[in-house]
């Protein structure tokens, strides 16, 4: 039995670095700030360390390190914290790391890709294994025959076959002017080239392999006959388990049973968003096998091979269930000591002793940490963001919209308990629409906090996280109960006598700031100033947009128009809710903030905006960020932008009054 007593010990505070760059030492971390403003570098920069993973054998971790401006993979020993390789992936967008076994690890990465042969700009992705013994790196499906040119997702590994080394990886076969078609590849570690080991076709897109690399299963969709369709092969033949027409699928799979008999896939029961199986056998469907009430599964923790480790709950705090009862009590013990935060495992060693951990929130800034079981001691490693020393203070509540609807929302109070009354604030609806904030450190809402702002992140009608009842509201509601809630949780705080009516500001990005723009123009009177970062404005072009981008019959469009409204029928109702529209109505002065090389909000939604307010005469500023694309990847550029929202605050609502 663990004892709920947690004995704290400490490894360093700090893994050392490459290329003989300065390092922060002990002494450096416990000091104390001395200046009225935070740093705008401490918040704005890209984690100091990010992406930690363990090797199965708990002798080594592997991380993303920055130093400046740049980023180096880094290999550790786990004991000495001795570095034992790594190299400068400042070249690469640096998006994940994690072990296939104790001597690889592979980095997942990204660049923003143009090519002549394609219309859109997109964001292609590689993966990179290095060995541990010989310090080399290979770029896996290098020198694969017959890939296409042209693809994103390149990178994604859906099993390991550990007798021969070899990992399973799908993507895209093809020439320009012929549809590709999606295969799995083989790959060895060795060298990183890739065969074709089993064929799909252009409507695949999933595979299971169990970890002899047997092919047990495909996915394909077809959008111009709406055809979704799973096809077995544990008895050796391929049939057809599963076939329904829908214009969006019903349901994702998602992972394979630990006894690899069916498939996880996640669906609706009703209310919330569950986990059900479907036998491999005969499509046979069950469940729900996993589901909570007021919450959703927000995913599937699995092991290289797809296999269930746990489910994951959203909601304020994650939470999870994992397979055995005692994996369950040791969760629970790390969540009761964190009760504040949101506690994540990113990874165990193979004997399921050690486990990796993150703490996030009220009581850690990203804080990475080692729980031994057997000895039931936590050891400190490192935080994401080790130069912020204060964190506001983060609540979560539910505040009551116009219609009685409980919307489940996260405040940030300013760093300084003396700096709490009469509050400025900052609203700041998060992106997607369908995603959602949870108590976790937000490096805006923290910085915006450091500088004397409360921050409300409303998790608003057509969000996840929370169930149905608040998700599926949302559906066509952009731009009015959506928009509603976001200023109805602005008024519950200012009837509370928390903040200042004549000091509310509104940010956010993508969805969030379309919000931003919707709350410039259909609700001028509530905000003092509006920061749109990468936000849409003319709805009628998004879609057109994703149309050109995906096609006209894609699940994606069906999915946008379901959501937001259907061009054919809507027209109007979409004119209507579109800000770029009312331009005539905005009172306050607006900053946007757009980066070039955004493939999923494409600038010119920010441009055409930035035109109809300077043609209407009103106070507007616009930044393009070079370089930059849709999620703020890039130090600098991050950098820019929290410099320009800085100046843009302590201009036209700064937190101090003077």
């Known amino acids: 039995m663990i004892s709920r007593l947690l004995n704290f010990g400490v490894y360093l505070t700090l893994f050392g670095c490459l290329c003989g760059a300065q390092i922060l030492n002990a002494k450096d971390l416990s000091a104390s700030a001395s200046s009225d403003q935070p740093n705008i570098s401490h918040y704005g920069q890209l984690p100091e360390y990010r992406s930690l993973a363990i090797s199965p054998d708990g002798k080594h971790y592997a991380l993303i390190q920055r130093q400046g401006n740049q980023d180096f993979f880094v290999i550790m ?25 104790n001597e690889h690890v592979v980095l997942e990465s990204s660049k923003h890709t143009r090519m002549m042969q394609v219309k859109e700009n997109w ?49 895209y076969a093809g020439r320009f002017g012929v549809t590709p078609k999606y295969h799995l590849y083989r790959v060895s570690l060795k060298n990183g080239r890739g065969k074709v080991h089993a064929k799909g076709n252009s409507s695949t897109i999933q595979w299971f392999v169990d970890g002899t690399g047997k092919v047990l299963a495909r996915e394909d969709y077809n959008p111009s006959t709406q055809n979704h369709e799973i096809y077995s092969n ?34 609706g029961d009703g209310n919330n968003l569950a986990v059900f199986s479907m036998s491999l056998k005969d499509g046979d469907i069950q469940g729900p096998l996993y589901v909570r009430e007021g919450t959703d599964v927000g995913e599937l923790e699995t092991d290289i091979n797809q296999t269930l480790i746990a489910v994951k709950y959203s909601g304020f705090t994650p939470s999870y269930e994992f397979n055995n009862a005692e994996d369950n009590e040791s969760y629970s013990i790390l969540a009761d000591h964190f009760s504040y935060s949101s506690v994540n495992v990113h990874g165990k060693t193979a004997d399921n002793n050690k486990w990796l951990i993150s703490v996030s929130g009220n009581e850690g800034a990203g804080a990475y940490k080692l729980f031994d079981r057997a000895q039931t001691k936590l050891y400190n490693l490192v935080s994401e963001y080790p130069a912020v020393r204060s964190i506001g203070e983060l609540k979560a509540v539910n505040l009551s919209a116009r219609d009685g609807m409980k919307i489940p929302s996260i405040i940030t109070l300013p760093t300084d308990p003396s700096k709490r009354k009469n509050l400025p604030l900052i609203a700041l609806p998060h992106g997607g629409p369908a995603t959602h904030d949870s108590l976790r450190f937000n490096w805006l809402a923290q910085y915006l906090a450091a500088k004397g702002y409360a921050v409300l992140q409303p998790n608003f009608r057509g969000s996840t996280g929370f169930g149905f009842a608040l998700h599926d509201r949302g559906a066509g509601e952009w731009g009015q109960k959506m928009q509603d809630d976001v200023s109805d949780g602005v008024a519950a705080l200012v ?8 000091r509310v500001c509104i940010m956010g990005a993508s969805y969030g700031g379309y919000s931003a723009l919707a709350g410039a123009t259909f609700t001028p009177d509530l905000y003092r100033c509006v920061i749109s970062i990468a936000g849409v ?49 905005v009172q306050a002065p607006l900053l946007l903030i757009h980066g070039k090389d955004d493939t999923v909000v494409p600038i010119r939604q920010s441009t055409a905006m930035y035109k109809a307010l300077k043609k209407a005469d009103k106070p507007v500023e616009f930044v393009t960020l070079k370089g930059e694309d849709h999620w703020l990847s890039r130090t600098e550029t991050r950098l820019a932008l929290l410099k320009e929202v800085d100046k843009f605050l302590d201009q036209h609502n700064p937190a101090e009054i003077l």
Do not use: C
């Open 77 to 101: 020993n786990a004991q000495t914290l001795e570095l034992t390789g790594g190299f400068n992936a400042d070249k690469y967008k640096a998006r994940g790391i994690h072990f296939v076994s």
């Open 123 to 171: 964001e292609s992705s590689s993966a990179f294994v290095y060995n541990l013994n010989t310090k080399k790196i290979k770029v896996l499906l290098s020198n694969s025959k017959g890939l296409f040119p042209a693809q994103g997702g390149l990178g994604l590994i859906v099993g390991f076959n550990k007798d021969s080394g070899e990992l399973y990886m799908p993507a």
């Open 234 to 267: 544990v008895s050796g033949n391929w049939q057809t388990i599963y076939s329904y027409k829908t214009p969006i699928p019903e349901f994702t799979l998602q992972a394979l049973s630990d006894d690899g008999s069916r498939l996880l896939l996640l669906s």
């Open 495 to 502: 009837q509370a006598g928390y903040v200042d009516p004549e």
């Open 537 to 585: 404005s003319d709805l009628p072009q998004m879609l057109r947009s994703e149309k050109a981008k995906y096609g006209r019959n894609h699940w994606v469009v069906s999915y946008w128009e379901n959501i937001i409204g259907d061009p054919k029928t809507q027209r109007e109702k979409l004119t209507a809710i579109s800000p770029i529209n009312f331009v005539n109505s």
